[in-house]
């Protein structure tokens, strides 16, 4: 059975910075393209970044030079790497796999930007 689990989200300052993590199990990791979907508060979910598995990426425009996304597949965990946080990165955070013709989603995590 395929779990996704992140962490790292929680309350920052405008300017600041957080790494989110999302641990997977159940899949080969390492052959699956990962993403980070968030969802701001009466917007639909939208997508974020993605790596695939030869760690080509693609950054949404609106996080572009302030996010990073990373995998590492000997921990079997996707990262990502936010810096300089402002007040509409204000989300609930999804970690994402396209695995079995599924789609599997983690739980998500909150990062509230505010000061």
């Known amino acids: 059975q395929v779990h996704l689990v992140e962490s790292g989200g929680g309350l920052v300052q405008p300017g600041g910075s957080l790494r989110l993590s999302c641990v997977v199990s159940g899949m080969d990791f390492s052959a699956n393209t990962m993403a980070w979907y968030r969802q701001r508060p009466g917007k639909q979910r939208e997508v974020v970044a993605s790596?695939?598995?030869?760690?080509?990426?693609n950054v949404d425009d609106s996080v572009k030079g302030r996010f990073t996304i990373t995998r590492d597949n000997e921990k079997n965990t996707l990262y990502l790497q936010m810096n300089n946080l402002k007040s509409e990165d204000t989300a609930v955070y999804y970690c994402n796999t396209l695995y079995g013709r599924q789609d599997y989603w983690g739980q998500g995590t909150q990062v509230t930007v505010s000061s």
């Open positions: 790596v695939t598995k030869l760690y080509w990426t």
